[in-house]
């Protein structure tokens, strides 16, 4: 059985930073890209990174390119997203999701974690 | 950038009504596009790929269709469990989701 865990949301000040992590089991990690994907309190899905199955390859929304980094270490199974210069507007439940195709082309999620809260406030 | 328009934004319907949601893009992306279900406090659940195509373990009476900019997710006969929120997303190009539609009970 698929199981992604996420970790490491809460609350931080404006301009701070976090680490999150998505521990994965259930299936062979390295041979699926990743993403994060977020949702602000009552409002929709946003993608927000991916990465390739090699780790060799990633993708950013504009609105956190240079702020956020997305890694995974393949023999840890975990996915990470650092996220720094955080701002108000990066409050939402952060999902891990797992692609169902190593690369980012043409790879739709097939699974999705439960979610970390991350609270950007001062 | 591909935008996506999903209608309507809430929908009201009665169980064992048959309802369509539609999505359409800003751009063709052939088949490249999920339906999704999600219930408050939940993530969301795979339901329809490559416009069509159902997930195992979804029930028959979701259904998908399209190609292009035009995308249709249609419940047959609605139950209890269906009332949620659907989103579309487009897979053609990185990820973009429509901005959901919320189904009511009647």
């Known amino acids: 059985e698929v199981q992604l865990l996420e970790s490491g949301g809460g609350l931080e000040q404006p301009g701070g930073s976090l680490r999150l992590s998505c521990a994965a089991s259930g299936f062979t990690f390295r041979s699926h890209a990743m993403s994060w994907v977020r949702q602000a309190p009552g409002k929709g899905l946003e993608w927000v990174s991916s990465i390739s199955g090699s780790g060799g390859s990633t993708y950013y929304a504009d609105f956190v390119k240079g702020r956020f980094t997305i890694s995974r270490d393949n023999s840890k199974n975990t996915l990470y997203l650092q996220m720094n210069s955080l701002r108000a507007e990066d409050t939402a439940v952060y999902y891990c999701?797992?692609?169902?195709?190593?690369?980012?082309?043409?790879?739709?999620?097939?699974?999705w974690g439960q979610g970390t809260l991350v609270t950007v406030s001062s | 950038d591909i935008q996506m328009t999903q209608s309507p934004s809430t929908l009201s319907a009665s169980i064992g009504d048959r309802v369509t949601i539609t999505c359409r893009v800003s751009?063709?992306?052939?088949?490249?596009l999920a339906w999704y279900q999600q219930k408050p406090g939940k993530a969301p659940k795979l339901l329809i790929y490559k416009a069509s195509t159902l997930e195992s373990g979804v029930p028959s009476r979701f259904s998908g269709s399209g190609s292009g900019t035009e995308f249709t997710l249609t419940i047959s006969s609605l139950q209890p469990d269906d009332f949620a929120t659907y989103y579309c997303q487009q897979y053609n190009s990185y990820y973009t989701f429509g901005q959901g539609t919320k189904l009511e009970i009647k």
């Open positions: 751009q063709s992306i052939s088949s490249w």
């Open positions: 999701a797992k692609s169902q195709d190593p690369t980012m082309v043409r790879g739709y999620v097939d699974h």
